[in-house]
């Protein structure tokens, strides 16, 4: 098949050719490290670390602009980060055991995960076990850290997905598209008995358009949208009441984030041609997608129950008043408040502003 004249040209392998940075000079201190020994910085690991730089000025903009002192974002993702990277790489290992667990396998492969092999959903649960921790010990609520963190996540897997780009990997199905990826045929994962000039779904962009628009959907969401409890058929369901002001919290906002993203992540993956475990004929990160969608739907529901007015503060009890940042609401709601009390936050909220009404 011809190349299309709008196809998308794989970059050129020499783009991948690491950084390398001599830790020769450390031999006298450390005899383990060879005289000769240097460490090697990859392409797609400059394409997570940028992600990573670039969430991490979101998140503390958006912790500061709710009141949060400005670098305690540096607390939280310095345990973050680490516990994301072994979650990534535990459960890549863990949904391809094949390739790490045969007869005369490396079993230090398992570790080397500079060599590939990371998975977003692994992070997740790694990164939320690190963060949980950092918020505990910076006295930040997890779930106020978690509603700044939604978009900034998004806006790490962008920018993470060039990395895909330039390593030449985890392309979809061919297309005829004119928007094709060209891949080589001596690609290891160039499906067998398919012609040369092939094209194939990019979806490294597409996911990162999708991030890119999800950005917008959450900050929207954000933005314009309050909702409260309106009972039905016995149950208390959350409302939309357009135009209003008052952010989503408690984290609302992650849960936004897990719907959106398994919504996306659930399509991209199936479209893709790399080999992966599969359970009932269904890819393993399809059912991480889809638990994703559940979770985040429940937990949009649950938080919009329990909490259906605003955070009183970013910071637990205890640890109030530590902020420099401007506060966005005059409202306030307590942990002890039940749904149902907006009465109760809206007197809270008069007494605190002064004046017989509140902003819209």
């Not at 794989?10 to 991948?16: A, F, I």
């Not at 050719?17 to 001599?22: A, K, L, R, S």
């Not at 058929?233 to 992650?254: E, F």
Request: aromatic share 12%; with cysteine.
């Amino acid at each position: 098949m011809p190349l299309m004249p709008l196809s998308i040209p794989s970059p050129p392998e020499e783009w991948q050719i690491p950084i390398t940075i001599p830790i020769g000079w450390l031999h006298g201190l450390i005899p383990a490290i060879g005289e000769t020994q240097v460490i090697a910085i990859h392409t797609y690991a400059l394409c997570i670390l940028a992600g990573i730089i670039a969430a991490t000025v979101l998140v503390n903009s958006r912790l500061t602009r709710r009141g949060v002192e400005s670098g305690v974002v540096l607390d939280v993702i310095i345990w973050a980060v680490p516990l994301g990277l072994v979650g990534a790489r535990a459960y890549h290992v863990l949904t391809h055991p094949a390739d790490y667990f045969y007869d005369g396998a490396d079993p230090w492969e398992v570790v080397r995960i500079w060599n590939g092999g990371n998975a977003l959903f692994g992070s997740l649960i790694g990164g939320a076990v690190g963060a949980w921790i950092g918020c505990r010990l910076a006295g930040i609520r997890f779930w106020t850290f978690a509603d700044a963190l939604a978009p900034a996540m998004l806006l790490a897997q962008a920018l993470g997905r060039l990395g895909n780009y330039f390593n030449h990997e985890l392309f979809g199905q061919p297309t005829d598209l004119p928007w094709g990826l060209e891949v080589e045929s001596t690609n290891p994962a160039f499906p067998v008995g398919l012609a040369e000039g092939t094209l194939f779904h990019p979806t490294f962009l597409y996911e990162m358009i999708w991030n890119v628009v999800g950005i917008v959907f959450l900050l929207t969401m954000e933005r314009r949208f309050r909702l409260v409890t309106k009972t039905v058929g016995g149950l208390k369901l959350p409302v939309p009441v357009g135009d209003a002001v008052t952010r989503l919290q408690w984290g609302k906002v992650w849960a936004l984030y897990m719907i959106w993203y398994g919504v996306g992540r659930a399509w991209f993956e199936s479209i893709r041609v790399d080999p992966s475990e599969v359970f009932f004929g269904i890819r393993t990160n399809v059912w991480g997608a889809i638990i994703a969608i559940v979770l985040g739907i429940a937990l949009f529901l649950y938080q919009s129950r329990r909490h259906p007015g605003v955070e009183p503060s970013p910071y637990v009890p205890g640890h109030e008043g530590r902020g420099g940042g401007a506060v966005d609401s005059t409202e306030t709601y307590s942990d002890t408040d039940e749904p149902g009390d907006e009465a109760l936050a809206e007197s809270d909220s008069l007494a605190t502003s002064g004046t017989g009404t509140t902003r819209p």
